[in-house]
């Protein structure tokens, strides 16, 4: 017995050691498994042709390109892919931009060229003296990595590589992370780990994880990245740090992917020594000024500074009686002969402004409509109050015509469980994007104003609050790879459909086998709701528990700031819940263009998604459904419970197709979710109830705790705060 004891923990450890690791990786690998081929053989038996690939161009992005080829053909197909600079002999790749290509490729791929701007793509099987061959080109070598990327897509999706012709280009300029990363590696909301850049042994040792960061980000097309945190550290703008900047941009130059910096507004008295920071004192001005001489010095590709100033307590040119434009100018002016943009956050509010929250940034920043500088850029939050479950798109897009308007989502899931639910928030994004501003006319959409198609403009953006740090699989759970992943492809392509992303991203993360795409590929769609539902239904927001916003706390209402308490938020009482921004309450609704305005001003109009967020509704109000609120609130509660058991039931089934680690993992990670989708109903139920004074509807499960009990529980150690 005692040797059998031994044999089984020699073979529990030797697991561990040999397999761990393995299994680790298939996390880590993201969405770039290239997993060998052995589920469709027609693609195998067509790639097999292929004879190699021909590289025609030899700068560090080409390489980049040729080796990316031909590490993952070679680990699909399972057999040598050599790459050739010979472009001679039948069937190959042939990778190179507009300019390298042979007269007769140029010939074949024609007009393409002007269909794609600098960074598109066009991928093409044409047939040159006889040779078949498919061609990846651009109008610069990124487009050909990026065309390699779509293509590798191609192949892991078992998509039909013949005949192919394929032109695709990104549609905004700036496609960007923000990092809420501090320079002690901790990260504000984060809640992967600690931040991937280690500042103490930058510039020296280069963590192979900053390379495989970046061809991630460029296999999805994201081109910038902001390496710290919006409350920021002047500290960043040292030599000392500028130098471990320097190391970074040099290994995501060949990516495709820029540095930026947040811009602490009193850098100048914090670093400079000066007495001011006022953003129209001469030295302030020639400080910035050579500030950005001394970056662009070490970094000539450097793409600006991001910009929170004068917003939850973050200095700004407030404090010097100046305005956001002076303020945002002056950097413009500073950055301005490098090529450098500013991107000047509007998230703002006050303490000493009485105003709704979510008039605030509107009321503050419209009147400023064309006033600054080209190389500024707005960067506006996709709702007016802050990336709450759902919020309703933000009155800024729709309002400031002449000014370019980048819209922030936040991959990380500071409102939305952290990264442990399974929320896919490329439904959210998308929903946002789609919405209807009537700018112009019907059909201004978000979408259309951020990527410049509306009125031109040459510079535009989206960034995501990054939900990436230093776990293993990168976003702490496996599925929030997903919404990084499709952050990117709708950043690219703001018009692209959310389940398109989830069915891209399972069959390049997981399998292609349809009895596991389809059943998980409902399961996230559902996701958004699922969380919409147990934790803010029916416009209900921002009734989090305050600080860290993990778990329900409607009753919070003893902090200093008004709007810091979610009894600011839902307004409970006798009469009924909601608040009201239509025209009897603070009239946000104004904000909006007048078809927007009527829809949501009018109750009888007001999607019941965003009811609570614009008006407060009796108890006894009578909804769509014919059901009272009181008891529809009930019913959604419930429902967003029962979508997670339903969610845990879809996953419970796929163990055959997944790996033993990543299936364990996702199983726990939904246990929790669907504890804590039962503490976010039980809680805002019994605290509700207390107002509406009725019971539960039949149908809906009584809480497991008294409400004293949910009160009490406290989260001191709550990551990401
Ligand atoms: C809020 C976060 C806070 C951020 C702030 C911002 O709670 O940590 O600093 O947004 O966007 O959602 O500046």
Redesign the pocket.
Known sequence: MPHIKKIFFRFIVLFFFVCCPLFAQKDYKLWLQYEKKTDSPIISDYLSNIKGIIALENTATSKIAQNELQIALNAMLGSQFQVTVKPEGNHKIILGSKLVLTPEIQKAIGSDFERINEEGYIIKSVSIKNNKHIVITGKKDIGVLYGVYSFLRLVQMNKSIKNLHLIDAPKTNIRILNH?DNLDRTV??GYAGFSLWNWQKLPDFIDPRYIDYARANASIGINGTVLT???ANALILTPQYLEKVEALANVFRPYGIKVYLTARFSAPIEIGGLKTADPKDLDVMNWWKNKAKEIYKRIPDFGGFLV?AN??GQPGPQNYGRDHVDGANMLADAVAPFGGVIMW?A?VYSEHDANDRAKQAYAEFVPYDGKFRDNVIVQV?NGAI??QPREPFHPIFGAMPKTPLMI?F?ITQ??LGFSTHLVFLPKLFQEVLESDTFQKEKGTTVAKIIDGSLSNSKLTGIAG?SNIGNDVNWTGHPFAQANWYGFGRQAWNPDLDAEVIADEWLRCTFSNDEKFIKPVAAMMIKSREAVVNYMTPLGLHHIMDTGH?YGPGPWVSDLSRPEWNPVYYHKADKNGIGFDRSKTGTNATAQYAPEVEKLFDNLETCPENYLLWFHHVSWDYKLKNGQTLWNSLAFKYQEGVDQVKEMQDTWNKTGKYVDKERFKEVQMLLDIQYKEAKWWRDACLLYFQQYSGKELPVGVENASHSLDYFKSLKFPFAPGN
């Open positions: 809420w504000e909301r945190n919006v409350n929170k917003s939850e956050r998230f939050k802050d990336f922030e936040q500071e409102y609050v916003h």
